[in-house]
């Protein structure tokens, strides 16, 4: 098969609001060594597209410039010494970047199968949240049976992601959202306790239950104190993003005392090793957790690509419940 040389993408004209995303034509990728390309059925929008919409965000030099951490398609090239993937094979795949268009690459490690029974628009919300949520509430926080988890963010792609998968392990699971209709969205999903943030004090909740175990949150600021709170003795604290800031003043003699744990990390910026490895781990764990109807995707809306600053304005209203994706080609 010849691909075309150009295609539709969606770029960032200049850092900026959602009507900086701007249709162009550019050069198809061409695939390295280990890559293969990737016909785009549907793109997964991620949070962190826009921060780097908003020039907060900058991808790591290597990768595309374009914005999109996540996609599902049709493998149409395969660069030199790939050997899992031929042309022909639908799957999903984490990208370093560049998911807003035709066609995207990445390295043959960080695409996955379909799994069964997914549609391509369900897989395309796949990769992003399940490296994300696996790697730091199981590798990084070390999750287990029984503990008390609480997620910020509930209804978030990483949330509903989240509940679902520490629930099919067997922890006890509570979530945080912005109103009563989000709060039984994450009850629905697993949740034992969902708590409206803006009606309820998360932290007296988890003391009254013992405290938890294991926090994985994204807002930061004033929360990273009440996290400390919120925390059984022992407890672990995942950061994996900062929405309402990273710098505060602290008292963190409680860490020592209390043998408390806080820790972080971000997925675009590891190696193309490390994140093979999450790709292994997810296969082997998440999937057969999907495959047997004990994660489902929480899907939000859907957009055409040209449509990709509505899907922006709609993320940013924080209206949304679960993954918006913009269609491609299917
Ligand atoms: N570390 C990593 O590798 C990594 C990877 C992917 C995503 N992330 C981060 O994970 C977070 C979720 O990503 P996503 O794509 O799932 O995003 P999303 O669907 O847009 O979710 C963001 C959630 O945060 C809550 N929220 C937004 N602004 C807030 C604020 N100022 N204070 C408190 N809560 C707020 C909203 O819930 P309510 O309406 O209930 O407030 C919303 O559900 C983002 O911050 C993203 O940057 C990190």
């Given at each position: 098969?010849?691909?075309?040389?150009?295609?539709?993408?969606?770029?960032?004209?200049?850092?900026?609001?959602?009507?900086?995303?701007?249709?162009?034509?550019?050069?198809?990728?061409?695939?390295?060594?280990?890559?293969?390309?990737?016909?785009?059925?549907?793109?997964?929008?991620?949070?962190?597209?826009?921060?780097?919409?908003?020039g907060a965000y900058a991808p790591p030099p290597s990768a595309s410039p374009l914005p999109g951490?996540?996609?599902?398609?049709?493998?149409?090239?395969?660069?030199?010494?790939?050997?899992?993937?031929?042309?022909?094979?639908?799957?999903?795949?984490?990208?370093?970047?560049?998911?807003?268009?035709?066609?995207?690459?990445?390295?043959?490690?960080?695409?996955?199968?379909?799994?069964?029974?997914?549609?391509?628009?369900?897989?395309?919300?796949?990769?992003?949240?399940?490296?994300?949520?696996?790697?730091?509430?199981?590798?990084?926080?070390?999750?287990?049976?029984?503990?008390?988890?609480?997620?910020?963010?509930?209804?978030?792609?990483?949330?509903?992601?989240?509940?679902?998968?520490?629930?099919?392990?067997?922890?006890?699971?509570?979530?945080?959202?912005?109103?009563?209709?989000?709060?039984?969205?994450?009850?629905?999903?697993?949740?034992?306790?969902?708590?409206?943030?803006?009606?309820?004090?998360?932290?007296?909740?988890?003391?009254?239950?013992?405290?938890?175990?294991?926090?994985?949150?994204?807002?930061?600021?004033?929360?990273?104190?009440?996290?400390?709170?919120?925390?059984?003795?022992?407890?672990?604290?995942?950061?994996?993003?900062?929405?309402?800031?990273?710098?505060?003043?602290?008292?963190?003699?409680?860490?020592?005392?209390?043998?408390?744990?806080?820790?972080?990390?971000?997925?675009?910026?590891?190696?193309?090793?490390?994140?093979?490895?999450?790709?292994?781990?997810?296969?082997?764990?998440?999937?057969?957790?999907?495959?047997?109807?004990?994660?489902?995707?929480?899907?939000?809306?859907?957009?055409?690509?040209?449509?990709?600053?509505?899907?922006?304005?709609?993320?940013?209203?924080?209206?949304?419940?679960?993954?918006?994706?913009?269609?491609?080609?299917?």
């Amino acid at each position: 098969m010849t691909l075309s040389d150009s295609m539709l993408a969606m770029e960032i004209s200049a850092p900026g609001g959602p009507d900086v995303l701007m249709p162009v034509a550019v050069p198809v990728p061409v695939p390295g060594h280990g890559q293969i390309i990737i016909r785009v059925a549907y793109a997964g929008v991620n949070r962190p597209d826009a921060l780097q919409r908003a020039g907060a965000y900058a991808p790591p030099p290597s990768a595309s410039p374009l914005p999109g951490l996540e996609c599902s398609g049709t493998v149409v090239e395969v660069g030199p010494g790939v050997s899992r993937w031929k042309i022909g094979d639908r799957v999903c795949a984490l990208l370093p970047g560049g998911g807003y268009a035709e066609y995207a690459v990445t390295h043959e490690a960080h695409a996955l199968p379909i799994p069964r029974g997914l549609s391509l628009k369900e897989a395309a919300c796949l990769p992003e949240t399940c490296f994300t949520v696996w790697s730091n509430m199981v590798t990084r926080g070390g999750l287990r049976a029984g503990e008390r988890f609480l997620v910020h963010g509930g209804t978030s792609g990483i949330g509903t992601t989240a509940i679902q998968i520490a629930n099919a392990l067997g922890a006890r699971v509570f979530a945080t959202a912005g109103s009563d209709e989000k709060c039984e969205v994450c009850r629905s999903l697993g949740a034992e306790v969902a708590i409206n943030y803006r009606t309820e004090d998360f932290v007296s909740v988890m003391t009254a239950e013992g405290g938890a175990n294991l926090i994985l949150d994204m807002v930061g600021g004033p929360y990273i104190e009440r996290n400390i709170k919120a925390l059984a003795d022992g407890g672990r604290l995942v950061q994996i993003a900062f929405l309402q800031g990273a710098k505060v003043t602290l008292n963190l003699a409680e860490v020592m005392t209390r043998r408390l744990v806080l820790t972080g990390s971000t997925l675009r910026p590891q190696s193309d090793l490390a994140k093979a490895r999450i790709a292994r781990a997810v296969e082997a764990e998440v999937w057969p957790m999907i495959e047997r109807g004990a994660v489902r995707v929480v899907m939000d809306s859907e957009y055409e690509l040209p449509q990709a600053a509505a899907a922006h304005w709609r993320l940013e209203s924080g209206a949304h419940v679960g993954k918006i994706v913009l269609r491609v080609e299917e």
